[in-house]
């Protein structure tokens, strides 16, 4: 349940940029005030010709910052000041513009150099036409943000400004404010808790240069590790070869191969409470890896293959009290396969997952999937992010958790 007083006394910097929603951005100040945050508004030089800064700083109490080279020495005071002020940063709305300028890394102004400059939560609520929304360089931006750990509460359908209808609304303020609340709700409830994830794909090698794998990125088993990171929890991330960078804070264990992973998970078992098993593990080796490359014969060339050791069937026959969580990745009778391995390798939870959805699964910010608990009637799948998954998955743990401490009490 949230706590009504989530945002009591929080320090909330708004960040508004230069869209026609930015109008909104007004009452949003107003809701959060309600709430009991205290609330800084810093906006951009185009936002300014949507609403007068005036109108941010007579409700919210304090000046609105906006221009970055008027009094350079003041300035660097500043921006620095509303870093540390910050608890949490909430651009809204936040146009292509200011979304394509953050991914760069680009801070040419109050509001992205302020950004550079956090180290709490950043939520990002755009607003703009659908076409925009839906451009390959727009939702390539999104991703972007996802893997460095931000928040994005993406827009919705309806009227747009031009006329037409369609996706690129900004989220209604209840919607926002909720998300914001439950950031803060959620921050220390894993406190204590020691979880253990593994993320990306395996390689298992045929020669030196040659190997077999899957399309994994680890975005998934990331996601988790950030989010129960910023729960309070202590994390081990066990992961194959990806190009993203773990989360600070976390124990970052690389591996490559089936077997690596399953060392890993092996040695540090016993010290955590709970195991999450995103990884996309390769179920089937070369019998033989060759030392030297393989040469090109023009012959055909047959490998022969042997079954990988199964990570999660292991944990499962060893698990006693701990928890565990595993993922089903399926093309066809996804429910159904995906309960079958959930008894077979005794999990208490198992996110049955579509991959062969069109824009889903492997790479994508999103899974079309279901998350399936021990003993209740699956949901059926739909899309989610991997961002909500992550959140989910994390509530379902803490309800685990409590229900056993309960239990031994």
């Not at 906006?43 to 000046?63: D, I, W």
């Not at 045929?206 to 994994?216: E, Q, T, Y």
């Not at 490359?293 to 050791?309: A, D, F, H, M, N």
């Not at 995906?338 to 824009?359: H, P, T, Y």
Request: net charge neutral; with cysteine.
């Amino acid at each position: 349940m949230q706590d009504e007083r989530a945002l009591q006394s929080r320090r909330i910097v708004l960040g508004v940029s230069g869209g026609i929603a930015a109008y909104k951005a007004v009452e949003l100040l107003r809701l959060l005030q309600k709430e009991g945050a205290e609330v800084r508004v810093v906006m951009t030089k185009s936002a300014t010709k949507f609403v007068s800064p005036l109108t941010f700083s007579t409700l919210s109490h304090y000046p609105v910052l906006y221009q970055m080279f008027t009094s350079p020495q003041k300035y660097e005071i500043e921006h620095i000041s509303l870093a540390e002020f910050a608890e949490l940063l909430l651009i809204a709305p936040a146009t292509a513009n200011i979304i394509g300028k953050i991914a760069s890394g680009i801070a040419d102004d109050l509001l992205t150099t302020t950004v550079m400059s956090v180290s709490c939560p950043i939520v990002i609520a755009p607003a703009m036409h659908s076409q925009m929304w839906n451009s390959p360089i727009v939702q390539e931006n999104i991703k972007k943000l996802l893997n460095y750990g931000f928040h994005i509460i993406e827009p919705e359908e309806g009227e747009l400004a031009s006329g037409g209808v369609g996706k690129g609304r900004l989220a209604s303020l209840d919607v926002i404010v909720d998300y914001v609340k439950d950031i803060f709700c959620q921050k220390n409830t894993l406190k204590g808790v020691r979880i253990l994830i593994t993320a990306g794909p395996t390689r298992e090698y045929i020669d030196p240069v040659r190997f077999i794998s899957n399309p994994s990125t680890g975005l998934m088993g990331f996601t988790l590790a950030e989010e129960a990171l910023k729960r309070g929890a202590e994390v081990i991330l066990v992961s194959g070869p990806t190009y993203l960078s773990p989360p600070k804070g976390c124990e970052f264990v690389p591996v490559c191969s089936a077997e690596e992973m399953l060392t890993a998970v092996m040695k540090h078992f016993d010290r955590v409470d709970c195991v999450i098993a995103t990884a996309a593990v390769s179920d089937f080796a070369p019998e033989k890896k060759e030392g030297e490359k393989i040469k090109k014969s023009g012959k055909e060339l047959v490998l022969r293959l042997i079954p990988t050791p199964d990570i999660l069937e292991e944990l499962g026959r060893i698990k006693g009290e701990k928890i565990l969580v595993g993922f089903s990745a399926e093309t066809g009778n996804v429910i159904e396969n995906a309960l079958k391995k959930m008894e077979r390798k005794n999990l208490d939870l198992i996110v049955a997952n579509q991959v062969s959805r069109e824009g889903f699964g492997f790479g994508s910010g999103k899974l079309f999937a279901s998350l399936i608990r021990r003993g209740e009637t699956p949901p059926p799948l739909s899309s989610i992010s991997k961002q909500e998954l992550a959140k989910l998955i994390l509530e379902e743990i803490k309800k685990l958790l409590d229900r056993r401490e309960k239990g031994a009490n």
